[in-house]
């Protein structure tokens, strides 16, 4: 997104809980930052089961930000995640894990809505 900074984090914790950390800042601001958050990976569709619950982090955190989360997406081929929101624009995110760990990381100013990683798992 132009004008905006995007930090985002997934740091898979075990084989169903993932802390997610997504902050934007600029024309649009976003703060989501979820510890232990529970997901389903089925085939590459990754699944968030407390995204309807108010009182689940991700739900909260999504409602007060006015965000709609589209989908999330895990390639294997590519070893990425693919995370697609809508707040005034669709916005996609694509996480690519380039290391041993279960890290990934992004931060970038975003000149359109489809970024690579940068940092240390980045070029």
Do not use: W
């Not at 958050?37 to 968030?48: A, I, M, N, Q, W």
């Not at 007060?64 to 989908?71: A, C, I, M, Q």
């Amino acid at each position: 997104m132009l004008g905006n900074k995007v930090t985002a984090s997934i740091d898979i914790v075990d084989d169903s809980h993932a802390d997610i950390d997504i902050t934007v800042k600029g024309i649009v601001n976003v703060n989501i930052n979820c510890k232990s958050e529970e997901y389903v990976l089925s085939g590459s569709k990754v699944t968030l089961p407390g995204i309807g619950n108010a009182d689940d982090c991700i739900g909260k955190d999504l409602k007060e930000n006015g965000v709609d989360l589209k989908s999330i997406t895990y390639d294997s081929g590519k070893n990425s995640i693919e995370i697609s929101v809508h707040k005034i624009i669709n916005i996609v995110i694509t996480l690519t894990h380039k290391s041993d760990q279960l890290l990934v990381e992004f931060d970038r100013s975003l000149i359109s809505t489809t970024s690579e990683l940068t940092g240390p798992y980045g070029p």
